[in-house]
């Protein structure tokens, strides 16, 4: 069952996952890539379809000890453990009501829903939404208009939706849709 603080139990944040199990990631996806390459097919580190972060931990450390006598790979299998740690705080997570008109994605949002935005008191940006599938975070619009700040301890909610250099417009998420949907994969 996914870890929710109890300060944060008051907004009904990742129903699915409390009711049928599993936890939820933030995790930094490029450093995830590198460690990665010295992983087995069938052992691949995506943070999708653990219980719990500690599950998690423990699986990244029983691999990393496997290199304890190549420092280098050790290093970045402990540095990836390490952030992914300090991003999974959910204490330091803005909770933000959805506001906004139903999405009616797949991966979308519902009015009058609560969501978590997961930030890191040592990097406090925008990464995305917790979605209604709830095993990663998804980029959304942040337009003022479609959120209402619950929690925001780190105040990166505050500095997405109000400071304009972060602000992401319904057009530009459109966009970047439009763009993923007709991209090709090779």
């Known amino acids: 069952m996914a870890y929710i603080p109890d300060s944060h139990r008051k907004y009904n944040l990742l129903p699915y996952c409390s009711e049928h199990g599993?936890?939820?990631?933030?995790?930094?996806?490029?450093?995830?890539?590198?460690?990665?390459?010295?992983?087995s097919d069938n052992e691949c580190l995506i943070p999708y379809?653990?219980?719990s972060y500690e599950e998690y931990y423990r699986k990244v450390r029983e691999i990393a000890d496997r290199f304890i006598t190549q420092p280098y790979i050790y290093d970045l299998f402990t540095e990836y453990l390490n952030q992914v740690m300090a991003m999974n705080i959910k204490e330091d997570w803005s909770v933000l009501r959805y506001i906004g008109p139903d999405t009616n994605q797949t991966e979308g949002l519902?009015?009058?829903?609560n969501?978590?935005?997961?930030?890191s008191?040592?990097?406090p940006?925008?990464?995305?939404?917790?979605?209604?599938?709830?095993?990663?975070?998804?980029?959304?619009?942040?337009?003022?208009?479609y959120w209402e700040i619950l929690e925001d301890p780190t105040g990166m909610a505050h500095n997405t939706i109000f400071g304009k250099d972060r602000y992401?417009?319904?057009d530009v998420h459109a966009y970047i849709i439009e763009q993923l949907q007709n991209a090709t994969i090779v």
């Open 22 to 39: 599993g936890e939820v990631f933030s995790y930094p996806s490029q450093l995830l890539d590198i460690v990665n390459k010295y992983t």
């Open 110 to 113: 519902t009015n009058g829903k």
């Open 125 to 145: 940006h925008y990464e995305g939404v917790i979605d209604d599938e709830e095993f990663t975070s998804y980029i959304y619009p942040t337009n003022e208009e």
């Open 49 to 51: 379809g653990y219980d």
């Open 115 to 119: 969501y978590y935005w997961p930030a």
């Open 168 to 170: 992401i417009s319904p």
């Open 121 to 123: 008191k040592a990097a």
